[in-house]
T-cell receptor, first 114, second 114 residues
C-alpha cells in the first residue's frame, strides 16, 4: 500500500517568514495530493490540493508543488501569521483507489511566533 | 451547511463497556470514512462506506470494532467491549465522489477508556 513520509515533524518560524513542509510517497500511480490543516480540538480541514497533471498550485499565501519523478510534494506558506500555527498533514491515495482512501503523513506541528 | 456532525464530543467510559460513536455526513456526499487519531499512530483509516455499503474495513483493529451505515445520513462506530488502548480521537469524514474534492472531517469524538 501507499506509504507517505512527512518532514519535518515540528517547524518553528517567526511571523512573516516562509514555511515549507515536504512529503514523499511510494506509489507512482498516486494522482491526487491534498494538504490538511488541523487546529486544536478540531478535525483536519482541506486547505489545498494538487492533481498529477500540474506541477504547482497557489492559493493566496499557500502553494503546493509536485515532483512526480521524485515522488514528492511540498506545502509552502509565505508571510506566515500566528493563525497559521496548527498541525499540517499531507496525504495521498492508496494504490488503485484514485482519490479515495487516503493515507496521511505523520503531521507537522507548525508554530509561528509573533 | 452544518458540516459533518459527530456525537458525542467527549466520551469517558470504563473498560469493558460498550461505546457508540455517531456521525451525520454532509447531505449529498456518497462516501463516509471513519478515522482514528493517536499520537503514536497518527491518522488511521478504520473503514469506509460508499452509498451506505462498507467497502473496506481492513483498518478495523479487531472484532471488538464494528461500523454501520443504515442510511445516507447516519453512521455509527461501536466498540464492544472497550479497552484502555482504544482511547483516541475518532473522526468521521464524508466526501463526494470518493474525495476528488477532498474530505470534510467532523470535529471528532475524544474517547477515554479508564
Amino acid at each position: 500500500g501507499e506509504n507517505v513520509e512527512q518532514h519535518p515533524s515540528t517547524l518553528s518560524v517567526q511571523e512573516g517568514d516562509s514555511a515549507v513542509i515536504k512529503c514523499t510517497y511510494s506509489d507512482s500511480a498516486s494522482n491526487y495530493f491534498p494538504w490538511y490543516k488541523q487546529e486544536l480540538g478540531k478535525g483536519p480541514q482541506l486547505i489545498i490540493d494538487i492533481r498529477s497533471n500540474v506541477g504547482e498550485k497557489k492559493d493566496q499565501r499557500i502553494a503546493v508543488t509536485l515532483n512526480k519523478t521524485a515522488k514528492h510534494f511540498s506545502l509552502h506558506i509565505t508571510e506566515t501569521q500566528p493563525e497559521d500555527s496548527a498541525v499540517y498533514f499531507c496525504a495521498a491515495p492508496l494504490s488503485g483507489t484514485s482519490y479515495g482512501k487516503l493515507t496521511f503523513g505523520q503531521g507537522t506541528i507548525l508554530t509561528v511566533h509573533p | 451547511d452544518a458540516g459533518v456532525i459527530q456525537s458525542p464530543r467527549h466520551e469517558v467510559t470504563e473498560m469493558g463497556q460498550e461505546v457508540t460513536l455517531r456521525c451525520k455526513p454532509i447531505s449529498g456526499h456518497d462516501y463516509l470514512f471513519w478515522y482514528r487519531q493517536t499520537m503514536m499512530r497518527g491518522l488511521e483509516l478504520l473503514i469506509y462506506f460508499n452509498n451506505n455499503v462498507p467497502i473496506d474495513d481492513s483498518g478495523m483493529p479487531e472484532d471488538r470494532f464494528s461500523a454501520k451505515m443504515p442510511n445516507a445520513s447516519f453512521s455509527t462506530l461501536k466498540i464492544q467491549p472497550s479497552e484502555p488502548r482504544d482511547s483516541a480521537v475518532y473522526f468521521c469524514a464524508s466526501s463526494y465522489t470518493g474525495g476528488k474534492y477532498g474530505y470534510t472531517f467532523g470535529s471528532g469524538t475524544r474517547l477515554t477508556v479508564v
